[in-house]
């Protein structure tokens, strides 16, 4: 189709016919391809405010639908396509870095019961990811998440930090740590919890990492 026609076109379009073009679009295309075409406006769509009722509903049918295979897509890997991603783990990185958002918004509303209830399924869903039939690909890891990890953390610890007691806020924040401590300490989490954690709550945490021997970017060393 020639491009310079289809433009002179679609300029004498009303815009509820061009809204419903790009909706066609956006069907029609795969997870990567959707992220490189509305990248920027993306962007703004994740400054729209977060409904916390909805957010965690989404969030734990995503949670439900990851557990029961619906994003699992393996295939014969060979030398030939070992390097090939299926669309349902691009899909579902892609969902994992939106919930995460969409759960940052809720801890930046003030809504922090439900943003660590979101954030809490969140980061459990992401521990399991290589021990479960969640996604498939030869190499999986967080290193495929779309999105920046770090200030969903600050974001997931702030809010616990507003509405937990202290041994709620360890074993909220401790699978994190562990995790963290599996990457490199490349997240920084233990010191993101201790910033946000107030006294009794830093207390709790350090005791529980030292009970459970965790390894953290302050006792690496040891």
């Known amino acids: 189709m020639n491009k310079s026609k289809l433009f002179d076109c679609l300029e004498k379009k009303k815009k509820s016919d061009l809204l419903n073009l790009l909706s066609d679009c956006y069907d029609s295309m795969k997870t990567k391809q959707i992220s490189e075409v509305f990248s920027c406006i993306g962007e703004e769509s994740i400054k ?4 916390g009722k909805t957010v965690l509903k989404n969030v734990k049918k995503f949670f439900n639908d ?18 090939d991603v299926p669309e349902e783990t691009d899909m579902w990185f892609e969902k994992l870095g939106d919930f995460m958002i969409e759960s ?23 521990t399991k990811l290589g021990n479960d039939e ?50 490199s300490f490349c ?14 709550q830093k207390i709790a945490l350090d005791q529980m990492i030292d009970h459970h021997k965790i390894k953290t970017d302050k006792n690496s060393n040891r």
Request: hydrophobic share 40%.
């Open 104 to 126: 940052s918004n809720l801890s930046t509303q003030g809504d922090h019961i439900n943003a660590v209830k979101s954030f809490g399924i969140l980061f459990d869903l992401s």
């Open 134 to 183: 969640i996604v498939f690909a030869d190499e999986l890891g967080m290193w495929m998440l779309p999105i920046d990890k770090k200030p969903c953390i600050s974001a997931y610890f702030k809010s616990a930090a507003a509405i937990l007691n202290p041994d709620e806020y360890a074993n909220a924040v401790l699978p994190v740590i562990r995790e963290d401590s599996y990457s």
């Open 187 to 200: 997240n920084k989490a233990y010191e993101k919890a201790k910033r946000f954690a107030n006294k009794e």
């Open 66 to 83: 990851s557990m029961n295979g619906v994003y699992y897509a393996p295939f014969d890997i060979n030398s030939k396509n070992f390097m």
């Open 48 to 51: 729209i405010p977060a409904d």
